[in-house]
T-cell receptor, first 113, second 111 residues
Framework: EAQVTQNPRYLITVTGKKLTVTCSQN?????MSWYRQDPGLGLRQIYY???????DKGDVPEGYKVSRKEKRNFPLILESPSPNQTSLYFC????????????FGPGTRLTVT | GQQVMQIPQYQHVQEGEDFTTYCNSS?????IQWYKQRPGGHPVFLIQ?????EVKKQKRLTFQFGEAKKNSSLHITATQTTDVGTYFC???????????FGTGTRLQVFP
């Protein structure tokens, strides 16, 4: 089954404790991205990747890092989480950027205390 | 930078009533996509419009792309409880490959 998986689905952590949210897709998609969803603000892009070893900042990249060492994986790293990073995070993949349907993962709800 | 706004932010309707959400961009768009997110779920692609003035239908859902390609609408006829969720539009600006998501409209349907 074609899908995007994320882990963990829920995470409660404390300020400053490094964490990684994993994202994996099995559709051989070139393009992957991370979004955060906050009430009233919609979906805002954090980082995206056009292909392996190619990543770029989205609209709200501060406090986040990503890597794309393999085509199928695109982990999101929070080196020193802060309470303003409490949010619902979605990973998405697509065959390309712009004109292509985005396939979203199930989401990761992160709470930073 | 490019901004995509949606109105209304929330809409509560009685089952059987119609519903419309509007998407407005600050710049001309190359395309517009619509997604639906059920409560507790993730956004799921519904449709893409590319041509000026384009209208597409999916059963009770009608999608329209404005003549100037700066706005779009989603109209649901005779809503059902299964239509509950948040509807997002997303558009690509002409000079970029970036897809910008709108702020979303949350629809609640009362039986």
């Amino acid at each position: 089954e074609a899908q995007v998986t994320q882990n963990p689905r829920y995470l409660i952590t404390v300020t400053g404790k490094k964490l990684t949210v994993t994202c994996s897709q099995n559709m051989n998609h070139e393009y992957m991205s991370w979004y955060r969803q906050d009430p009233g603000l919609g979906l805002r892009q954090i980082y995206y990747s056009m292909n392996v070893e190619v990543t770029d900042k989205g609209d709200v990249p501060e406090g986040y890092k990503v890597s794309r060492k393999e085509k199928r994986n695109f982990p999101l790293i929070l080196e020193s989480p802060s309470p303003n990073q409490t949010s619902l995070y979605f990973c998405a993949s697509s065959p390309g950027r712009g004109y292509y349907e985005q396939y979203f993962g199930p989401g990761t709800r992160l709470t930073v205390t | 930078g490019q901004q995509v706004m949606q109105i209304p932010q929330y809409q509560h309707v009685q089952e059987g009533e119609d519903f419309t959400t509007y998407c407005n961009s600050s710049t001309t768009l190359s395309n517009i996509q619509w997604y639906k997110q059920r409560p507790g779920g993730h956004p799921v692609f519904l449709i893409q419009l590319v041509k000026s003035g384009e209208v597409k239908k999916q059963k009770r859902l009608t999608f329209q792309f404005g003549e100037a390609k700066k706005n779009s609408s989603l109209h649901i006829t005779a809503t059902q409880t299964t239509d509950v969720g948040t509807y997002f539009c997303a558009g690509k600006g002409g000079n970029t490959d970036k897809l910008i998501f709108g702020t979303g409209t949350r629809l609640q349907v009362f039986p």
